[in-house]
């Protein structure tokens, strides 16, 4: 499928975008005004990107503890987000969630958890319920390497093959678990399984390359509508900062930093950068633009969420449930 340069050009802009939020968020982190634990996603802007690209507003994501991006991705307000960080009234959570529990269901993100592999299960009870009431909408389901090593992961496929759900694992491999690597955890690095396509499209990509990720969402997501049945995405990457936190909390001696320094050089935002600006769909100008656009809108967010009120104590039972 040939992607229109209008089509390229918004999906940079996107990438270029979380990129840039999160280098904000992290360069003002230690200054302690975001009383939560962040978790960012420098270096794996284009699997968010790339697939929420394809998604409808109506359509639902789950997502984990590294979660910015795919919010910003799939429509989410960035004020509303650093509101939330800041565990303000304003924020996407009202302030209850912080950076690891971001829900806005107006956007169909239907809510970040914080436990490894607690949004598999919830994204294909989503998908459930899409088949039974018998919409035309997808669920995707945003986790790493570290939630697939957890059982929940192949009861959820198995599910989802059984009734050929709507519903798309997206596997953000970013090599690391905290301080543990793949090959430590995994036989042969042997997260991918290439099920039968009649029960499950499978697909392991470069999840750096942008359009790469777009393509195979698209083809993903057509299945899902079609009620053929669900996917699975492994998208390799790179966790380019620490666990959590920003550079300077990162622990030291876990990686090779020659690791990081080629995998770096994979950045998705500088290589689709060079491809557009060899394909002449981007020049300094158009660069120069967004980069100032952008900038306005992370300082209107800092300062949204700077001048949002705290929750108060007439908030604390609020969003409760009891019998």
Not at 156 to 168: D, E, G
Not at 263 to 276: G, T
């Amino acid at each position: 499928m040939r992607i229109a340069p209008k089509k390229k050009k918004e999906l940079f802009y996107e990438m270029l975008r979380i990129r840039r939020v999160q280098e904000r968020i992290e360069s003002l982190y230690l200054q302690d005004e975001m009383k939560t634990p962040i978790h960012l996603c420098i270096g794996q802007e284009a699997i968010a990107v790339g697939v929420c690209s394809v998604l409808e507003k109506d359509d639902y994501i789950s997502s984990n503890h590294r979660s910015h991006g795919h919010y910003l991705a799939k429509g989410g307000d960035l004020n509303a987000l650093i509101a939330e960080l800041h565990c303000k009234k304003g924020g996407c959570s009202k302030g209850y969630g912080g950076s690891m529990h971001i829900v806005d269901t107006s956007v169909g993100h239907m809510g970040s958890s914080s436990i490894v592999g607690g949004g598999i299960p919830i994204g294909t009870g989503l998908a459930l319920s899409i088949k039974m009431t018998k919409t035309k909408q997808v669920s995707v389901v945003f986790f790493g390497d570290g939630a697939a090593d957890e059982g929940v992961l192949y009861e959820s496929f198995n599910f989802a093959m059984l009734k050929k759900l709507p519903v798309i694992y997206v596997l953000e491999n970013n090599q690391w678990s905290v301080c543990s690597h793949i090959s430590a955890r995994q036989a042969d690095q042997n997260i991918f399984h290439n099920a039968n396509n009649d029960l499950m499209l499978t697909r392991k990509i470069n999840g750096n390359d942008i359009l790469n990720v777009y393509e195979t969402t698209r083809r993903a997501v057509a299945r899902a509508r079609k009620g053929i049945g669900p996917s699975f995405i492994e998208c390799n990457t790179y966790r380019v900062l620490g666990h959590a936190g920003c550079k300077t909390q990162d622990v030291k001696g876990y990686r090779d930093i020659k690791e990081v320094e080629n995998w770096e050089k994979k950045c998705p935002v500088d290589n689709f950068r060079k491809v557009l600006l060899e394909e002449t769909i981007l020049n300094s100008q158009d660069l120069e633009a967004m980069e100032m656009q952008i900038g306005v809108e992370i300082d209107t967010a800092f300062e949204f969420a700077e001048k949002s009120p705290l929750p108060g104590k007439e908030d604390l039972y609020n969003h409760l449930f009891c019998e």
